[in-house]
Every structure is written in C-alpha cells, then in structure tokens.
C-alpha cells in the first residue's frame, strides 16, 4: 500500500531534549516536505526536499533540520526543542513537487508536546 | 509578500445546501492553486488544483473550483452538501517552479442535518 509514515504519531517531551520525527515513503517520491498545523494558522511549510541532498527552507524553519540521505526518508529534527514547537507536523511526499500533475501524500500526523 | 487569505474561519450550512468557501491569494505571478480537505484526525487529501487553462476546474467528491484573476479568488464550491463534507479545507498556492506551497488559515465546515 503507498503510504507516508510518521513516527512517533505522538510524543511529550521536555524543552531543549533532542528529538527526531521520522518520515518515510514507499513510493518512489522525489519530493518531500515537513509542515506544522497550528489552530489558526493553517500548515506552514517547515523544509522540503526536491530529491536526496537536496533540502530547502520553508516558511518556518528556525529551530528545525532535516536531512536527505536516501530518498524514501526526510527525518525532522529538533536539536533543542521549546514549547512553541508543540504542534501537529505533517510529512508530505510526491513525484515531483506539490506543483505538479501528481498529489501529495500526506503522513497521519505527528502530535508533539513540549513542556 | 506571498499569502492566502481565507475569510471564513467557520462556515455552517444544511445538508442538501450549497457550499461555497473563499480563498483569496497575493502572489507575484500566477501560481499554481489547490484546495485540500481534512477530515477530522485525518491527513490532507487533494480536492483539486488548477495549472492553466479552464478556469472551472473540477474535483473529487463532486467540489469544483473557479480561478479569477482580476480578483486573485479561487473559491470551492459544490452544488450540495453531504453530512460527510464535515471538514476542514485548505486553500494552497505554489510556485510554477520548486517545492514552496503556502496554505491559507482553513475553513472549518459543519453540515447541520
């Protein structure tokens, strides 16, 4: 079954604790992209990829990395997490972009807590 | 600055009603425009996008979508609403080149029975 895959789908932490959300895809997907949901706010886009070594900011990407190694995985890090981080993250993924004749997939979501 | 502005934070209508969601857009260029439904707990799903051409397009679920120019608007609407398009929509605009996607606030739906 094609399919992004977010791990954890939840976790609480505690400020300035390291953390890594992974994301990985079955498709093929040269394109792949990280966004938190904030009520209000809508997605924002965080980074996105547009093939292996390639990786570019988003709209939001202060406290945040990622890195592209391999193309079916896009992990986000947070190398020292604040409570303003807590949100809903999405990983997306697609051929090639989200502006093309293909659709994104999106990840069930990744709920983050940050005390 | 690039920015989507969807007006209607939460919109409820009968079912059997029809629907219409706005989504007005600032960009330097045509971009290319999409509407995404979330379903409570749920991912996105695409509903639909326009690239060029027809500037009715239409979607999945029975939604269409009508890009205006002259009023930077792409504006979802469907002819009647089911109890199951309770959700949450997003309108996006993206770059003809590249991997940016900037999504509006989102308009939340309630169906009343």
């Known amino acids: 079954e094609a399919q992004v895959t977010q791990n954890p789908r939840y976790l609480i932490t505690v400020t300035g604790k390291k953390l890594t959300v992974t994301c990985s895809q079955n498709m093929n997907h040269e394109y792949m992209s990280w966004y938190r949901q904030d009520p209000g706010l809508g997605l924002r886009q965080i980074y996105y990829s547009m093939n292996v070594e390639v990786t570019d900011k988003g709209d939001v990407p202060e406290g945040y990395k990622v890195s592209r190694k391999e193309k079916r995985n896009f992990p986000l890090i947070l190398e020292s997490p604040s409570p303003n981080q807590t949100s809903l993250y999405f990983c997306?993924?697609?051929?090639?972009?989200?502006?093309?004749?293909?659709?994104?997939?999106f990840g069930d979501g990744t709920r983050l807590s940050i005390l | 600055a690039q920015s989507v502005t969807q007006p209607d934070i939460h919109i409820t209508v009968s079912e059997g009603a029809s629907l219409e969601l706005r989504c007005n857009y600032s960009y330097g260029a045509t971009p290319y425009l999409f509407w995404y439904v979330q379903s409570p707990g749920q991912g996105l799903q695409l509903l639909l996008k326009y690239f060029s051409g027809d500037t009715l397009v239409q979607g999945i679920k029975g939604f269409e979508a009508e890009f205006k120019r002259s009023q930077s608007s792409f504006n979802l609407r469907k002819p009647s609403v089911h109890w199951s398009d309770a959700a949450e929509y997003f309108c996006a605009v993206g770059a003809r080149q590249g991997g940016k996607l900037i999504f509006g606030q989102g308009t939340e739906l309630s169906v009343k029975p």
């Open positions: 997306a993924s697609s051929f090639q972009g989200p502006n093309s004749n293909q659709p994104q997939h």
